[in-house]
């Protein structure tokens, strides 16, 4: 039988009373930032004898969704409620050793995952690196934060003019489609589109402490966050293009240059299948397209059944296991993009396979 306690780095000798259990949750719920800085840490018990430091390191392989090993005598609200302060204290930890970074990157990475806009947008005013800013600007709810506004699109289009990425954010942010449409020609001379998506994850994932294993809560974080931007290209040329092709043939034709420059340079196998349809919506030949439609399609349900099949299913070990294959493989697409890591994935397995 497995039974579950809160302790801080010492050893019992008896499995604790499920009132014990309830107060000990109790009183970790109330201060998790405390707990987070004294080493807070989910104790797992086994036929009623806890296990030393090292065995319990050893072990968590077995519990990185959640930090503990279910005990059927846990209701599901105990269960919940324990679920909750692990992702919390996870991610608080990570938080309090990044803050502490010597580089801006680590910093930021740092603020976001404590909702500290303050020092985020701290770091965005004050830094000259273009992957910084960004992160920073995207993550930065203005809505929410009115500090937010200190950031603007054009501020990073001009730390590095030749960033799509920073272009295509100008053309969204745009008050008229004229301005829009400057926008996307500054974007036409472009050589590269800095990738937003999994910079935080990966920069999370290079603090000494941090296990794959135990990146689960920040897993859970960064995706949602990088969830809000699929395809940065999509709306700059919306609001430049609009929705169908214009009756004028130049302004057609220039749009059209503009869908094959996002197909070009956008990192995601979803931002580049959504920019190839628009392409095709403005008369692309199939010679200017390196991918069609249907090619892309087929690799992003391919990219989302192998993350799924990575943890549908999945209980102790291999669901660790699942998670730390889609922690490596995020990390490896930050740069750039998933298409290009699922193709390096690819590879890998063909090579294993053919041993």
Known sequence: MVGMVIGWHQTRSAEPSRSEVQAQIAEAASAPSEHAQRGFDLWTLVDGASRQADE???????ACQTGFLRDPHLSEVDINRLSALHAQVVIEQHAARLRMAPDALGRLTGAMLADDYATLIQVGQTTSDPLVYGLALRACPSQRVPGCTALTPQRWAELDESNASAWWMVAASS?????????????????????????????????DEATREAMFPVLMKTIHLDSLELSPSTAGFTRAC??????????????????????????????????TRLAERWGAKAEQLPHTVAELKTKVEAIGNWRSSMVTGAEGRQFCEGIRQMVEFDADSADDGDLAAFERLQARRKTASAR
Do not use: M, Y
């Not at 929705?243 to 996002?262: I, N, Q, Y």
């Open 56 to 62: 319990l390191k050893a072990s968590e392989s077995d």
């Open 242 to 275: 609009g929705s169908t092709p214009s009756t004028d043939p130049e302004r057609s034709a220039a749009c059209l240059g503009f869908a094959l420059d996002a197909v070009r340079l956008e990192p995601s196998a979803i931002g580049k299948l959504i920019a």
């Open 175 to 207: 008050q008229n489609q004229a301005d829009a449409f400057r926008a996307l020609t500054s974007a036409s001379t472009a050589t590269h589109a800095l990738p937003l998506r999994n910079q935080w994850l990966k920069r999370a994932a290079q603090t």
